[in-house]
Structure formats: C-alpha cells, structure tokens
C-alpha cells in the first residue's frame, strides 16, 4: 500500500456528514505524539511526524474531512505511515551518525519543560505517557527491529490494534503482521531476564548492600561516584556491565562502548576528575530511577539504568544537546 494515499480521501454524493469537530481532532494529538515518540525514538522526529499527518489532513478538502467516519483512526493510520517512512531513512542517518544513537530521554511530566502554555503550565499533548513501553531498555530493544515489526509489535502489543488495521497500515496481510509481532517479541523474550528485573521494580533480595529497587540502587550509585569511590562503583556494577554514550559528534564522549565494571568505574572517576563541579541530580529518565549531570545549573548529560539482580548490567548515558532540550529549558533543577 502507498503511504502517499491516505484512507478516507474520497466522498460520495449526498454525503450530509459535517465537519469533524476542530477539538475532537486536535484532541488525537497526544496519542499520536505517543504513539509516534515509541516508534521513532525521537520526541523531536515524533512532533515532526505528527505535524505531517495534520498537514496532510487540513490538505484534503473539506468534503474530503467530512467523509472520514473516524478521524482518530485516520490520524493514527496516516502517523503510522508517516513513522514508518522515517524509520527507513532513519537507518541509513544512522550509519552515519557519530559514535553510538541512543533513543531521546524523557523527565517525568513533573519535569517537563517543553510544550509550555502562555500561563506556564505544560500542554498535555506534548506529553508522553511514561509506561513499561518507554523505559530506556524497551526503547533500545526497539532500535534493533526492522521497520515493519516495529510498527506492527508497537500498535498491536502496546496500542491493541488489531492485525486486520494494521495491514492496512503496512500493506501487508494480517498473518504477516502477526508473523512481524511474533518476531519482534522473540526478540524482547532474548532480552527478557534483565527486562523482567528491571521491569518489577525490584533489585532481588536485600543483599549484602541492603538494596531494595532501581531507587535504591541508582542513589548508591550516585553517592559512590561522587565520593570517586571506585572500589564502591565496582560493587555497585554487574562484572560484565555496558555504558554506551550518545554525543552524536556534538560533545566529547566514548565512541564505543565501555564494557566490564572495573573499566566503568574508572572511566566514571576519570569523568569526575576531569569535570569538578558536576552535580548529579536523581532524576526519573523514561519512567525510571535515573541521573542526570549538570554543570554550571546546564544539563550535560542525561543517564538510564538496566538492572539484573542488584547489580546494574547497562548505562546508557545521553550527552547530544539536541536530545537534552526538554531537560535543558528550565534554570533550576525541579523535585528533590
């Protein structure tokens, strides 16, 4: 199916329907800006998306507008498509991209400081609902599908649509739909024993740290970097643990990953050392305990955290400006 041929863009004669409601479909905003933000991984891709889809609706005619029945599932069709389109070209960018490319964090809606109102407050509909479907592992998982089973395993496993609609949307049968969720499960299952620990919100049993959850664990972790307690980080660190950094070429960082505890703990000392006057801030970072580092009140670098156990096995550290822009518009640090 063209992704350029929108559903609902034809009208029979004598059709009386009226005009959608304006709020009614401006009100779909937020779902799509949720549902294009899992799909591309990008909050800035995802407003892209969506300003797409409602240029091309406000394109059609009105006779055209009002022969649509339902324009929620116009707008969703037409926003899948649209994300679909980018995720294609996105793998090509991508190669490109300096050093590693790791999905755009987002605060908790009590930290958000895009999308402010005149009186300023924040717009709901610039915000994303933070579920178990954007914690920074299931996003990262994600980055591994291909295109079309990322769309599928999203709007049927995360937003219940069924295989019939989104055959529509990929242009493809609904058993092959299904066949493109099934793959991408296998592959969320191949991850699954540091996901489902993660995911619980538990780190285990009390241990001898006494650590009671990623809370707990992430502050351990906060306190033993800033005292540059190298010996503490280490036992804070699976021994085969991960830290990828994201500086997309635009500030200083690793270009590849730096596996194994003993070796990130050092490189964190080394951080410390080289930066004095960085604060760490606990933070939640897609709906998790998380970290964020500033320096001079501006945030540098934003950090999520994969738990196994009661030891963390991934970090995954944001430094691209580009992606700290809703953590970077307020002057002062909110919460505690």
């Known amino acids: 199916m063209s992704t350029t041929s929108e559903p609902g863009d034809s009208s029979g004669p ?97 930290e958000w400081f895009s999308g402010r109102t005149p009186d300023g407050g924040a717009d709901p509909a610039d915000r994303v609902t933070l579920d178990e479907s954007v914690n920074m592992a299931f996003l990262v998982v994600l980055e591994s599908m291909t295109p079309a089973e990322r769309v599928a395993f999203i709007l049927h496993d995360v937003f219940r649509y069924p295989f019939a609609e989104i055959a529509e949307i990929v242009g493809r049968t609904p058993a ?19 996901q489902e620990a993660s995911a619980t919100g538990q780190a285990g049993q009390a241990g001898r740290t006494g650590r009671t959850g990623q809370a707990g664990l992430v502050r351990e972790f906060k306190e033993a970097w800033e005292a540059k307690d190298i010996e503490a980080l280490v036992d804070l660190l699976d021994p085969d643990a991960t830290m990828i950094a994201d500086g997309g070429g635009m500030v200083g960082t690793v270009l590849r990953p730096v596996e194994g505890g003993a070796r ?24 998790r305990p998380g970290l964020v580092a500033q320096h001079a009140g501006v945030t540098a670098t934003v950090a999520a955290f994969q738990l196994a156990g009661d030891r963390i096995t991934h970090i995954w550290a944001i430094r691209n400006p580009e992606k700290l822009r809703t953590w970077s518009e307020h002057p002062e640090p909110l919460g505690g």
């Open 14 to 110: 004598g059709d009386d329907r009226a005009e959608p409601d304006l709020s009614a479909v401006i009100g779909e905003r937020r779902q799509l800006i949720n549902l294009a933000y899992r799909l591309l991984g990008s909050l800035a891709e995802a407003e892209d998306a969506v300003q797409e889809t409602y240029a091309r609706w406000y394109a059609m005619s009105r006779p055209k507008r009002e022969a649509v029945e339902s324009p929620g599932a116009w707008l969703t069709t037409v926003a899948s498509r649209v994300c679909l389109d980018l995720l294609g070209s996105a793998r090509a960018r991508r190669e490109r991209y300096v050093g590693a490319w790791i999905p755009e964090p987002l605060p908790d809606r009590t």
């Open 176 to 194: 092959a739909c299904r066949q493109l969720a099934s793959s991408a499960r296998r592959r969320m299952r191949a991850a699954s024993p540091a």
């Open 264 to 287: 990130i703990a050092q490189y964190l000392i080394h951080i410390a050392d080289k930066a004095p006057g960085l604060t760490l801030l606990e933070r939640t970072v897609n709906g």
